[in-house]
């Protein structure tokens, strides 16, 4: 049973910051990328970051550099770190694997960035 369970995420102020967790199960994690999505109120929801099993990272352009995802294959873990918080990255966070070709999702953590 692949279960990924996202934590870490709440209401904080502009310019702070949040680690995001994702903990995996079900599947061996080091061999799989790993990627955090979001969806804002009322939008689709979006690509924000994926490392790959060989620790190459790729984020959404639009971050600037605020954003690090990172991955402890030992723990079965994946974070997001999130620096410099603005109300646009206000969404629902979700963890994210692909196994053959097929998404899987957690239930998501919410993050509120206050103006």
């Known amino acids: 049973q692949v279960q990924l369970v996202e934590s870490g995420g709440g209401l904080v102020q502009s310019g702070g910051s949040l680690r995001l967790s994702c903990a995996a199960s079900?599947?061996?994690?080091?061999?799989?990328?790993m990627a955090w999505y979001r969806q804002a109120p009322g939008k689709e929801r979006e690509w924000v970051a994926t490392i790959f099993s060989d620790y190459s990272t790729y984020y959404l352009d639009s971050l600037e550099g605020r954003f690090t995802i990172s991955r402890d294959n030992a723990k079965n873990m994946v974070y997001l770190q999130m620096n410099s918080l603005k109300p646009e990255d206000t969404a629902v966070y979700y963890c994210?694997?692909?196994?053959?070709?097929?998404?899987?999702w957690g239930k998501g953590t919410l993050v509120t960035v206050s103006s």
């Open positions: 994210n694997v692909d196994l053959s070709g097929s998404k899987h």
């Open positions: 079900g599947f061996s994690l080091s061999p799989n990328a």
